[in-house]
C-alpha cells in the first residue's frame, strides 16, 4: 500500500527513498527504478515536490495524468483574471458542495501559502461579497447545472462594486466545475489523506511501464466473484460483438426512434438509486461553514409528476462549436488545455477489458460517456441509447450515478460490485471518464448561459 506522508521528503528522490520503505505496491511501481518512476508520473508533475494521492492514482494513466496537471497548474498557478488566493478559495468552495474533506484540507493550506488571508477560513461568511456572490451558481452547477440562466450569469456581472468581469466568471466557472467533478474523482476511487490508517484502495496498484500501449503492470484481475464474475466479463464481450455487427448490417434507426430511446433511458435511470447503500451524511461544521443552502442537492433531471426543462440537444450547444471557442475568446490558454484534456480520457484505451487483449473498447467508453451526459440531461441526436443498456450492468449504472451525481455517498461495495473481474486500472479508467463527462456536462450548461447573455 503506497502512502505519501513522508514530511522530510524532497521532491523525487526522497518520494522515492520514501516509497521503498512502504510496502508491496510502491515496490512494484518502483521496480524499473528512479529513471522509470520519472517518466511514468512526468516530470512537469514531479517538479511540484512529492505527488499526493491524487496524483498517485492518476499516474496509472500517464497521458492523461500529463493533461490533467497541466489544466490544473494554469488554473491555480499561472497568471489570470484572479487572483491567486481567490482560486484556492474558489476550490473550496466547490469541494465543500460534495463535502470533499480530502480537497478542502489541500487547498486550505494553499490558501494560506498563497498569502491568504485566515479570517476566511472562519467561514464564507468572512469572505468579500464578491465571492460570496458565486454562491448560487456554485450549488446549481454541483447539484442541478440545468437550472443554471442568463439571469443567473447577469446578477454576477452587473452588481456594481462587486461585479465580475467576463474573464474572471469564466475562470470561476472553470474552477467550480473542476473540483466538482475532482471531488467525484476522490470519491469515487476511494482517495483518503495521505497517512490516512485506512489506506487507498486504487493506490495499491503499479503504475504503467510504458506510456499508454499497456495497462498496468502486475495490476491483476478483480478476484471477487469467482465463475461468475468471469462469465460477466464474457458476456459483455458478446454484447459488444453482437452490436458491433448490426451496426455493420442493420440501417440506423429513425430519429423518432432514437429519440425514444433516450427519453426511455433518461426515465429508467430514475430507478437507478442506490438506496440500501446510501446513508444520509450530517456535514461537519469544518465543511459547513463554506456552504450556504446545505440541503440543496442532486435531483433527477426528470422527476415524475412535475415539469422539467427541455432536453439539451448537444448538436444544438456543443462542446467543439460553441463552448471551446467561447472560452477560447476570454481565456485562451484554459479553452486549449480543457479540450486537449477531454480529448486525451475520450480516446484513451489499451484496447483490454478484463483477461482479454486486442479489443476495441470505443463502444464502451462511448456508452460511458454518454450515459453520464444523460443522467444530465444531455442527449445526442446521433447516439442509440439502446446500447447503453446492453453494455451497461447495473451495478455498474448505480456507481456511475453516485460518483457524477452525488459522490460524498458513494460506498466501498458500490466500487467492489461492478466489474467484478476487472483490473483497478480499469475502475480508474472509468472515473476519469466520469470526472471529464461531469465537467464536461457542467461547463455546457453554464456556457450556453454566458452566450445567451452575450447575445
Not at 4 to 9: G, H
Not at 292 to 320: H, I, K, L, S
Request: with cysteine; proline share 5%; charged share 20%.
Amino acid at each position: 500500500m503506497i502512502v505519501a506522508d513522508a514530511e522530510n521528503c524532497a521532491g523525487i528522490q526522497g518520494y522515492i527513498a520514501y516509497a521503498k520503505c512502504s510496502g508491496a505496491g510502491a515496490a512494484e511501481i518502483l521496480q524499473q527504478g528512479p529513471e522509470a518512476f520519472e517518466h511514468q508520473l512526468g516530470l512537469e508533475v514531479l517538479a511540484s515536490g512529492r505527488p499526493d494521492n491524487v496524483m498517485l492514482v492518476m499516474g496509472l494513466h500517464p497521458d492523461y495524468l500529463n493533461s490533467f496537471w497541466k489544466m490544473q497548474g494554469l488554473l491555480l498557478r499561472v497568471d489570470g483574471p484572479l487572483p491567486c488566493p481567490w482560486r484556492h478559495y474558489i476550490a473550496i468552495m466547490a469541494s465543500a458542495r460534495h463535502q470533499c474533506s480530502y480537497l478542502i484540507s489541500f487547498h486550505m493550506t494553499e490558501f494560506l501559502q498563497v498569502g491568504g488571508d485566515p479570517e476566511w477560513l472562519l467561514g464564507i461568511h468572512r469572505v468579500p461579497q464578491k465571492l460570496r456572490n458565486l454562491n448560487e451558481i456554485n450549488k446549481l452547477l454541483a447539484h442541478r447545472p440545468w437550472l443554471v440562466t442568463k439571469e443567473h450569469i447577469e446578477a454576477l456581472l452587473t452588481t456594481g462594486e462587486h461585479s465580475w468581469s467576463l474573464a474572471e466568471l469564466i475562470q470561476a466557472v472553470v474552477l467550480l466545475t473542476h473540483y466538482h467533478s475532482l471531488a467525484s474523482f476522490v470519491f469515487g476511487c476511494g482517495i483518503l489523506p495521505e497517512g490516512d490508517p485506512e489506506g487507498n484502495p486504487a493506490l495499491q496498484v503499479p503504475l504503467p511501464s510504458s506510456g499508454q500501449s499497456s495497462p498496468p503492470n502486475g495490476d491483476p484481475l478483480g478476484s471477487s466473484g469467482g465463475f461468475d464474475a468471469v462469465r460477466e466479463v464474457e458476456a459483455l464481450m458478446e454484447r459488444m460483438k453482437i452490436l458491433q455487427e448490426c451496426q455493420l448490417q442493420e440501417e440506423a434507426a429513425s430519429q423518432e426512434e432514437m429519440e425514444s430511446r433516450f427519453e426511455l433511458e433518461k426515465s429508467e435511470s430514475l430507478l437507478v438509486a442506490p438506496t440500501s447503500d446510501i446513508l444520509e451524511l450530517t456535514p461537519s461544521p469544518d465543511v459547513l461553514c463554506f456552504v450556504e443552502d446545505p440541503t440543496f442537492g442532486y435531483e433527477d433531471f426528470t422527476r415524475r409528476g412535475t415539469q422539467t426543462p427541455p432536453t439539451f440537444r448537444a448538436q444544438d450547444y456543443t462542446w467543439e462549436d460553441h463552448g471551446y471557442s467561447l472560452i477560447q475568446r476570454l481565456y485562451p490558454e484554459g479553452g486549449q488545455l480543457l479540450d486537449e484534456k477531454f480529448q486525451v480520457v475520450y480516446t484513451l484505451t489499451y484496447n483490454t477489458i478484463a483477461m482479454h487483449s486486442g479489443v476495441d473498447t470505443s463502444m464502451l467508453r462511448r456508452a460511458i460517456w454518454n450515459y453520464i451526459h444523460c443522467v444530465f440531461g444531455i442527449r445526442y441526436d446521433d447516439y442509440d441509447y439502446g446500447e447503453v443498456n446492453q453494455l451497461l450492468e447495473r451495478s455498474l449504472k448505480v456507481y456511475i450515478k453516485t460518483v457524477a451525481c452525488y459522490p460524498e455517498k458513494t460506498t466501498k461495495r458500490m466500487y467492489s460490485h461492478f466489474w467484478r473481474h476487472f483490473r483497478h486500472s480499469e475502475k480508474v479508467h472509468v472515473n476519469l471518464l466520469l470526472l471529464e463527462a461531469r465537467m464536461q456536462a457542467a461547463l455546457l450548461y453554464a456556457l450556453r448561459a454566458i452566450t445567451r447573455y452575450m447575445t
